[in-house]
């Protein structure tokens, strides 16, 4: 008899065991499945679904002159050096359009061989070349501020940072400095704050890129002659 009772408390013991063993078994199941629910509850928490594409921007053109007299030409690099803020606007829910609107800088310069001669306030102009006058320099150089305002698409989430982006749109800007510079025979000349260019400046523009590079295109009218 005390065998058998011997035994059959070995029985329960191992029944009891496995109980328990089941029991914490399924407690480490839930916890592990409420840790997955916490964690993907907390990581989406964390995600930015009202994300914005603002934009400090600074970027360097190359300065194409168009619609110029048919003598005239550009020589050497006509650069442009851009700088400011963008503040970015959704329109859907996605985010993907957005209007965007800024604020910024710019100096540009234009090599070419359009000279100027002021005479008693009035600018002459005179194709280099075909007068026979050598120099080694000549050049325009204005100051802006620019006002862009861009309408966007890109294919960006919450999670993605690198994306495809195509901003179109326009840019006024208002130039508060210019210069003009001659360096040939018979001597050199420079003008500050010449009255040859539109002092507002407006047209369109486009940029299309990913990630962190872009490709810009602007098109504005420049000078009065």
């Known amino acids: 008899?005390?065998?058998k009772r011997l035994l059959f408390l070995i029985s329960n013991t191992r029944v009891m065991c496995r109980s328990v063993?089941?029991?914490?078994?399924a407690f480490f199941c839930v916890n592990s499945i409420l840790g997955q629910t916490i964690n993907k509850v907390v990581v989406d928490s964390l995600?930015?679904?009202k994300y914005r594409e603002d934009q400090f921007y600074l970027g360097a053109t190359y300065n194409i002159l168009v619609n110029k007299p048919e003598s005239m030409v550009q020589s050497g690099f006509s650069i442009g050096v851009h700088a400011g803020f963008i503040r970015d606007f959704p329109?859907?829910?996605k985010r993907t359009f957005a209007i965007g609107i800024g604020l910024g800088l710019s100096t540009n310069s234009f090599n070419q061989n359009l000279g100027v001669l002021i005479d008693d306030n009035n600018a002459n102009f005179t194709?280099?070349?075909d007068a026979n006058i050598s120099f080694s320099r000549n050049r325009?150089?204005?100051h802006l501020i620019e006002l862009p305002i861009e309408f966007r698409w890109r294919n960006s989430t919450p999670k993605a940072y690198k994306f495809?982006?195509?901003y179109s749109g326009f840019k006024m800007g208002y130039i508060f400095a210019n210069s003009y510079t001659f360096e040939g025979e018979p001597n050199a000349v420079n003008y500050n704050n010449v009255d040859i260019f539109n002092d507002v400046q407006y047209g369109l523009t486009l940029s299309a890129g990913y990630h962190t590079w872009n490709i810009h295109v602007y098109y504005l009218s420049l000078i009065h002659i």
């Open 21 to 25: 063993l089941m029991v914490l078994m």
């Open 91 to 93: 329109v859907n829910k």
């Open 1 to 3: 008899m005390h065998t």
């Open 164 to 166: 495809w982006r195509v």
């Open 140 to 142: 325009f150089q204005t």
């Open 47 to 49: 995600l930015d679904t």
């Open 127 to 129: 194709i280099l070349n």
